[in-house]
């Protein structure tokens, strides 16, 4: 399973970092780099209805091309996840031709990255969150830019560990709080109740990881996206839900958010601030070293000319 601490070297939000990050990704998933190209847009491609596409991709002269969005230069996270998830979907479409426009299609492209050993990584980038200061006002923002709940990720992922016979993965460390609650969540359910194989697993789109039980009606049970389960949810449901990852709210849960939600929204904050200060101590070193070996070049011209003046002057 493919993990940040696989990507030792620090992201400078530029494109030369985040060609190291796919050809990274590429590499782990054995595909050749000689076959696809990644190209950046600052302004991103629109779909129909008008939503931003921050990553796509086509074929152009026997050559896959991947169009990425400049703006995810800006957030590491995010832009591994959407290069994961791209060259999950372009392994799909070579057996299967998917369209890059059905919902169904990207939610398969996204378990399809877990079963690849990205799941790390996509379900880390599956929620934006940003929080700033803007002339005395904290903005704070967080939304969905997966198909897949962050329980699903957890459920997917236990169900990874668990054909592979790895439950006591390392790995599991590397994920969001409230991915990984759900993660252990399901590992006890699958440890009580283990599928006897791939064939034995309910197609469902029921959350095991919230109610540990699948729907009533399994046959008749429909894949759909996360907005319209949540929405179905909370009509069948008095109590409201989780708008981040559809659990129950209790009383003291705010910004109708729960508490592990809110938990994980700190602990990424406090990963995000890390990394920029990383890449901030390393621009400033770079720029000392470089002011050092001016100041030296100068030191060394002016020598010269003092002693080409003292030679001249004898």
Known sequence: MLTRSDFPEPFTN???SARVVFERLCEFVDFPTDKIQLQFWNIA????DGAVHFVSHEVVDD???IDLNAALLHDPVGLTAALA?????IRLDARHGMSNEDDDDEMLAELFTVMLGL???????AIFESTRDDGGWTRWEMRQRSQMTLPTYGYALALFAHLRGDIQCAWQRHLRLDVRTAFRRSVKFLNDFPPSSLDGLWPTAA???TSLRTEDDVAADQTDSADQRRSQASQEQSVPLCRYCG????ADDQRDICIECRKSIEENELE????????YATTRRAEAFAKIGCLTVAIVFIAILVWAAIRDSS
């Open 14 to 16: 530029d494109e030369a």
């Open 45 to 48: 491609p629109r779909a129909s």
């Open 63 to 65: 050559r896959i091309r």
């Open 85 to 89: 998830s791209e060259l999950a979907h």
């Open 119 to 125: 799941g790390v990584l996509t379900s880390n980038g």
């Open 207 to 209: 959350r095991p990881t």
């Open 247 to 250: 659990e129950a709210l209790f």
């Open 272 to 279: 995000m601030e890390s990394d920029e200060a990383n890449a």
